[in-house]
């Protein structure tokens, strides 16, 4: 009896943890483990990151409580400027999110490529050679820190510019190494499922992703 009221209490204590964080933070699941290397050094693989709906405490001068790092120099999330936002990719539910820098707000049509940092374009001369310019809606340009290039470009982009509503929430803060326990569950789990010989789902270039509770950076 006394074994299964520790059970209980234990299972109690874990859902009113994740009731508070919930409660706080306004999105589920509220922390996600990293899954790639694309957010180093300032988040790494391995890494568990609370996330927080971003429009509860959003920065000065934002676009729907993302700031981005064009927009203001002294507002800084992980050591860098712009808020750190997790999305879906072309808003595609089904598609394991992402988590990487908010760069710039670009605005439906917006030839941007004379703002855009001419190191993350990769060979484009000019917007025409850019995937997403003009733009084909507004929304957020986007990259990981250890990324060479935007997530809109290149012949396989990651993503459109990054409409609001695919936006899941901000990262806030990170526990170092945490999120590995919750990678070694979900990778325990896939090996009774995926084929042998099946590479990995995700690359260091393709970003940082948010499913369930894990996300590559």
């Known amino acids: 009896m006394m074994y299964v ?4 209490s234990s299972a109690g204590s874990v859902l009113l943890v994740g009731v508070l964080l919930f409660a706080v933070s306004g999105v589920w699941p509220p922390l996600v483990a990293i899954e790639s290397p694309s957010m180093d ?18 920065g000065p001068g934002d ?8 927009n203001d120099d002294s507002y800084r999330k992980f050591q860098q400027p712009g808020d750190v936002i997790v999305y879906e990719p072309d808003g595609n539910s089904r ?17 941007w490529y004379d703002r855009a940092n001419k190191d993350y374009i990769g060979s484009a001369d000019s917007c025409d050679e850019l995937s997403s310019c003009p733009a084909d809606h507004a929304g957020f340009i986007t990259k990981g820190d250890n990324n060479g290039r ?4 290149g012949s ?15 990262a806030e803060m990170r526990v170092p190494l945490l999120g590995q326990v919750r990678l070694q569950w979900n990778q325990a789990g896939a090996t009774d499922v995926v084929p042998s010989g099946a ?6 270039e393709t970003g940082s992703t948010a499913t369930n509770t894990t996300a590559s950076g």
């Open 199 to 204: 590479g990995p789902a995700v690359t260091n």
């Open 156 to 170: 396989s982009p990651i993503s459109e510019p990054v409409k609001p509503g695919w936006v899941v929430g901000t």
């Open 150 to 153: 935007y997530d809109q470009v």
């Open 41 to 58: 050094p300032h988040i790494k693989e391995g890494d568990l990151v609370f996330v927080m709906e971003e429009e509860r405490f959003s």
């Open 95 to 111: 598609q394991t999110p992402i988590i990487h820098r908010a760069m710039l707000w670009v605005d439906a049509g917006e030839n």
């Open 5 to 8: 009221t520790d059970i209980v």
């Open 63 to 70: 676009h729907r409580g993302v700031v981005t790092a064009a």
